[in-house]
């Protein structure tokens, strides 16, 4: 059985006969997951002149962005926007460039997002490998030698030099026996996930006069004046459209969980369309548990179906509406959070503290959904002239395995500090240091945790990351 995963049934992620596998794909760099950090590890590596392999486990780049369609994506918030690496400037040109006739600041169409991602891989010289999920590790004196992907076919075996774990999950670095954390520091549950949608047929023009005739621009707008049309309703603030959901809820017509976080957003290019952030599942938050994803998808579909019919009852704009997108996966803002050489913490975060070497500057906030409020009202503690905090290279530097580094959602942070880090523009950030930091190591035959951040940062500085 040469190309068959034979499994170890005391073993939970399976035992790989190796040495009956045949190398299937190999190169200098293996990237695991083709996400917001995946995609840009892997461009940063390649422009670097490295034979760089993209694994990815979906039949698309950009992750959350496409997949989950978590779109418009949150800025660093830090003066003289964008703060950010080389690459997210690239893709924000072209994605301006495709919406010059309606461009909506920090926000795009996720299908075209995703092509955007696949074009400029394809440029750097990426070679990308779709339909293969991490599903074992070959370790072998604390490096990885080769990860084994389930494909259609069968179990296939991919060699490499340096492996970037860009899944979101930790996926590649848990199979490879690294360490972690997940959920609150007192509960273990992480936060809740989310299923996004899109609805087409809406007539715009009544549904915004009626969003603006509720004087709450701050929560109910047409966007006229800019930033696109927006409504929002949630558990913890008062707005003008939160009576009209209690009504609905009352009489039977919307469950009362779509009032705890739902917010309704325009995407530039879709002149009908209106995107969703909700159902949001505070009893579903584990993104690693088959059986709370199953359900997640199940409920979460029968949710969107009667919310649907809410708008057409209570909104005007929606007698033709229909839906014409629901995430392919859900939105999952947290699970595992690899052990690295240094953890970023809440006091860092909060106390807006700077590191040589740093790979990414950001100020949003704390952002924890559900549960207790960590933070979340809390002012930073910092420098008011220099209003950022930075996330060091050493974040992404397993510290159980030699030659593997973590980019995106699960880089080495506690559970207050990764609310605020896991915006995309700070994975692309991360994803690219990843990427160029891997190439460094090729050259000058270096293993991640010998590298310098400064050395990866100033790398960056050159290629044209926007640090202050």
């Excluded at 709370?292 to 969107?304: N, P, Y």
């Excluded at 397993?398 to 994975?427: E, K, M, P, Y």
Aim: proline share 5%; hydrophobic share 40%; net charge negative.
């Amino acid at each position: 059985m040469t190309d068959k995963l034979r499994q170890d049934s005391q073993a939970g992620s399976g035992c790989v006969k190796w040495e009956e596998l045949p190398v299937y794909l190999n190169a200098d760099i293996i990237v695991c997951g083709g996400g917001s950090a995946g995609a840009f590890a892997a461009m940063a590596a390649a422009k670097e002149g490295r034979d760089v392999l993209l694994v990815e486990s979906e039949g698309y780049l950009g992750g959350s962005a496409v997949g989950a369609l978590v779109m418009p994506y949150m800025t660093v918030r830090v003066p003289g926007e964008p703060r950010c690496s080389y690459l997210h400037r690239e893709l924000d040109r072209r994605i301006q460039e495709y919406h010059k006739e309606k461009h909506i600041p920090n926000s795009s169409d996720p299908v075209i997002h995703g092509i955007l991602l696949e074009q400029m891989c394809q440029e750097s010289g990426v070679k990308i490998l779709f339909h293969a999920k991490v599903c074992g590790v070959d370790r072998q004196e604390g490096s990885i030698r080769a990860i084994a992907v389930a494909c259609k076919d069968g179990i296939r075996k991919i060699a490499g030099k340096i492996f970037i774990d860009g899944t979101g999950d930790g996926s590649l670095a848990v199979l490879a026996g690294a360490g972690y954390e997940a959920g609150h520091p007192k509960t273990g549950v992480n936060q809740p996930m989310s299923l996004r949608y899109i609805i087409d047929g809406v007539d715009k023009a009544p549904l915004g006069e009626f969003l603006d005739s509720l004087g709450d621009p701050d929560n109910a707008r047409s966007g006229k004046a800019g930033g696109g049309l927006f409504g929002c309703v949630v558990a913890r603030k008062d707005s003008a459209l939160k009576p009209i959901f209690r009504q609905a809820v009352e009489k039977g017509d919307l469950d009362e969980q779509s009032m705890a976080y739902w917010t309704m957003f325009e995407i530039p290019g879709r002149g009908d369309a209106v995107a969703f952030n909700n159902p949001e599942f505070f009893d579903l938050t584990d993104a690693c548990d088959p059986l709370q994803l199953t359900e997640l998808m199940m409920r979460g579909r029968a949710f969107i179906y009667r919310e649907l019919m809410f708008y057409k009852k209570y909104f005007p704009g929606f007698t033709n509406a229909y839906i014409s997108n629901i995430s392919l996966v859900p939105g999952i803002r947290e699970s595992r959070r690899i052990h690295t050489k240094y953890e970023l913490t809440a006091a860092d975060v909060l106390g807006q503290r700077k590191f040589e070497g740093c790979i990414s500057q950001c100020n949003y906030p704390v952002d924890v959904h559900g549960g207790e409020r960590l933070f979340q009202d809390d002012l930073p503690e910092g420098n008011p002239e220099k209003p950022w905090y930075e996330i060091p290279y050493d974040c992404l530097v397993s510290a159980d395995l030699d030659n593997l580094l973590v980019a995106g959602r699960c880089i080495g942070a506690d559970f207050v500090a990764q609310s605020s880090i896991r915006i995309q523009i700070c994975c692309h950030s991360m994803g690219e240091a990843a990427g160029t930091a891997a190439a460094i190591c090729l050259e000058e035959s270096k293993l991640p945790g010998e590298l310098n951040g400064a050395e990866v940062s100033g790398r960056m500085k050159q290629r044209g990351a926007d640090f202050l």
